[in-house]
Each structure stands twice: as structure tokens, then as C-alpha cells.
């Protein structure tokens, strides 16, 4: 039997769409060690995200992914927001110690990302570039 990561998502949108799509997947297209646990999706418009965290079986929706980034349960933050929410969300999130998965592009410009990923070996994790 696989463990469970805890996972925080921002986004609802198209990309949210198709990350909730693919963490449901997992199972079927390896057998991975770890499962995802769908805590929690994040974005602006509350009835989006009442309707996403219904339709994909996010377990809950919050308009502040701040919460999220503090959450313990959560072990990785999915940032599939707008481009310009990319960089101080993710920070955070490795600041607090999570996995960090961010949708393209990673930052807003070149300084922008290696900002990005001077935070994520900073604070100890290994930064997939």
C-alpha cells in the first residue's frame, strides 16, 4: 500500500482542470509511492472553486492560498495559478517546507526564477530545472 501526500492546489482554471485530471491518473499510469491527498484548491472566484473542489474531490477551497502554504497536511503545493501568482506563492510554500510543483513559466522573467530557485535550495530542497 502507497503513502499519501497531502497536495494544495491555486488555480481553477484550465490548468487547475488538468492537474486535478492527473493527480485522479497516478495510479493508473504508474504505481507510485505516494498517492495524492487532495486537501485543498485555491483561487479568487469562491463558486469556481466550490464547483472544482466538488467535481474533482478536492477536500476543501479557500480563497487564500496562504492557508494552504501553512497547512501541515499539505506536502506539496501544486501553483498552477496566473503567471504573476507564480513566484511569491511557491516561495512561501517552500519556505514552510513543501514539494513545489509550478506551471509554466516559472517566474515572470529570468531574475524572477532564479529568485525561485535560489529560495527552494535555500530552504533545503532539490530544484528540478
Known sequence: MADTIGVAMLGHAFM?????????EVAYLA?????PDLISV?????EALEAMQHRY???EATTDWREQVADPR???FDNGGPNALH???????VRNGKHVLCEKPLGMDAAESH???AEAAQAGGRPVV
Open 16 to 24: 487547475g482542470k488538468a492537474h486535478s485530471r492527473a493527480f485522479h
Open 87 to 93: 513566484a511569491e506563492p511557491s516561495i512561501e510554500a
Open 57 to 59: 474531490g478536492w477536500a
Open 115 to 117: 529568485r525561485m530557485w
Open 31 to 35: 504505481q507510485p509511492t505516494l498517492r
Open 74 to 76: 499539505v506536502g506539496l
Open 42 to 46: 485555491s483561487g479568487r472566484n469562491r
